[in-house]
């Protein structure tokens, strides 16, 4: 099983739709999560920091389950220019240090 | 302002060469990144500076050498890379909780394309 695993994608969405995208973790120590996005040939960008009360800007909602150990993001009334990759990015600490892993990605079209 | 700033934004190399990236901020981060990404592919952690001493190097071989001279630069140097080695190269940079040794949120450069022939 991957340390960081993220819905399969690609989603297909019209302009105005709500999509949601989650991302498992399975190591219980791991202590900070973050989605960025990432346009084609681009580098990532932080899209928000996910916390146990849940976050909100505009249209997006990050929500972490820590209990169930996964993170979700939510996105509402779709742009064409939401279009891109979402990547769920996990921070954990072990023996060894800290670890930082980025899901697969999930790659998201939103069409007029 | 969180910008990270990396050169060359392209390279093209042969096996037998030697060449560096570089990465620079300047917004007091005191832990920088170097992480390799393919094509389709998430990005790989590659190397972790941690107030300017290297914390983490996650396998990488010998071919690819980090340096970081300031707590504001950060090189990967290269030499007979393979062709596998062919990809888009990122640093990013962050607050460093030392205390808490997780990192802060990362912040990406727009990467260093690199092409080995």
């Known amino acids: 099983r991957k340390e960081v695993e993220q819905d399969p994608g690609p989603f297909n969405v019209p302009e105005g739709a709500t999509v949601a995208f989650n991302c498992t973790y399975s190591n219980s120590a791991s202590q900070s999560f973050f989605w960025y996005r990432q346009d084609c040939r681009k580098e990532p960008k932080l899209l928000m920091s996910v916390y146990s009360s849940g976050n909100e800007d505009g249209r997006f909602t990050a929500q972490l389950n820590r209990a169930s150990q996964y993170i979700s993001l939510l996105i509402r009334d779709s742009k064409l220019s939401d279009s891109a990759t979402y990547l769920c990015v996990v921070n954990s600490v072990n023996t060894g240090g800290f670890k930082t892993i980025f899901g697969a990605g999930t790659r998201l079209f939103v069409k007029a | 302002d969180t910008e990270v700033t990396q050169t060359p934004k392209h390279l093209v190399m042969g096996m037998t060469n030697k060449k560096s990236l570089k990465c620079e901020q300047h917004?007091?981060?005191?832990?920088m990144y170097w992480y390799k990404q393919k094509a389709k592919k998430p990005p790989e952690l590659m190397f972790v500076y941690s107030y300017e001493k290297l914390s983490i190097n996650e396998s990488v071989p010998s071919r690819f050498s980090p340096e970081c001279p300031n707590s504001s630069l950060l090189n990967l140097h290269l030499h007979a890379l393979q062709p596998e080695d062919s990809a888009l190269y990122l640093c990013a940079s962050s607050q460093d909780r030392a205390g808490a040794g997780v990192p802060d949120t990362q912040y990406f450069g727009p990467g260093t394309r690199l092409t080995v022939l």
């Open positions: 917004m007091g981060h005191r832990a």
